[in-house]
């Protein structure tokens, strides 16, 4: 069970993919688009380590450097694309942790705002969870935002659109970009391990404690 008892937050914000639902194959999908930017004929060293959204950015602007700005745009757009096939495409075989829905009742029920901040495309999010309005108050998706995660601005805007304060809310993600972010905003940070990082990673990326899963909240 957490440290703090769930009705001392005004809201809590969830990150989406290995928290509510399993993990999508990111590594796939990172070594798609880092094959794509590679076409490019752009230095690998431009976007080596990057996350995948980065990496777009990141070589469209090195192309854009080198006055490339069409086969930039075409770059980009193609390979915004090919994520979100790749997003939509896993999740009609992924289905949200059987008790999510129950968690996130019991959780309303006690007049608690809940977010979904995720770096997921909202199509994704809602093949996986179509009922999603049911249970969500506010969800802020990669399309929905240019600021993402671990960017405070994509919390922010999900916190905006909760009307509740960074303070008195509470972060949950099984990654060390939601603890970083979350931390950023003086938001409570809980980890946990349904993802694919350990308990240390969360702690140094700045989690106030680590839980199994979004069961013991």
Same mark, same amino acid.
């Given at each position: ?90 999740? /009609?075989?992924?289905? @949200?942790? +059987?008790? &999510?829905?129950?968690? !996130?009742?019991?959780? %309303? $029920? ?88 350990? /308990?240390?990673?969360? @702690?140094? +990326?700045? &989690?106030?404690?680590? !839980?199994?899963?979004? %069961? $013991?909240?």
């Amino acid at each position: 069970m957490t440290n703090k008892t769930p009705n001392q937050f005004q809201a809590i914000l969830f990150d989406f993919d290995g928290t509510l639902a399993p993990n999508l194959d990111l590594a796939d999908m990172r070594r798609q688009i880092a094959a794509m930017a590679a076409a490019t004929q752009t230095p690998a060293e431009v976007y080596a380590d990057l996350y995948i959204v980065e990496i777009i950015t990141a070589t469209s602007a090195w192309m854009r450097s080198q006055n490339k700005h069409k086969q930039a745009d075409e770059y980009a757009a193609a390979s915004h694309q090919r994520i979100i096939d790749i997003e939509v495409a896993a999740a /009609k075989t992924t289905e @949200l942790f +059987a008790q &999510a829905r129950s968690k !996130l009742t019991t959780l %309303r $029920e006690q007049n608690i705002k809940l977010g979904i901040v995720t770096r997921n495309c909202r199509a994704a999010v809602m093949q996986m969870f179509p009922d999603l309005e049911s249970y969500i108050d506010a969800l802020h998706a990669r399309d929905d935002t240019p600021h993402l995660k671990p960017d405070v601005r994509h919390l922010q805007a999900n916190l905006n659109a909760l009307n509740c304060s960074a303070q008195h809310s509470a972060m949950v993600g099984d990654g060390a970009l939601d603890m970083r972010a979350g931390k950023d905003l003086n938001m409570y940070c809980i980890g946990v391990l349904s993802g694919s990082n350990d /308990k240390d990673a969360l @702690l140094a +990326a700045g &989690a106030d404690e680590v !839980l199994l899963d979004y %069961r $013991e909240i």
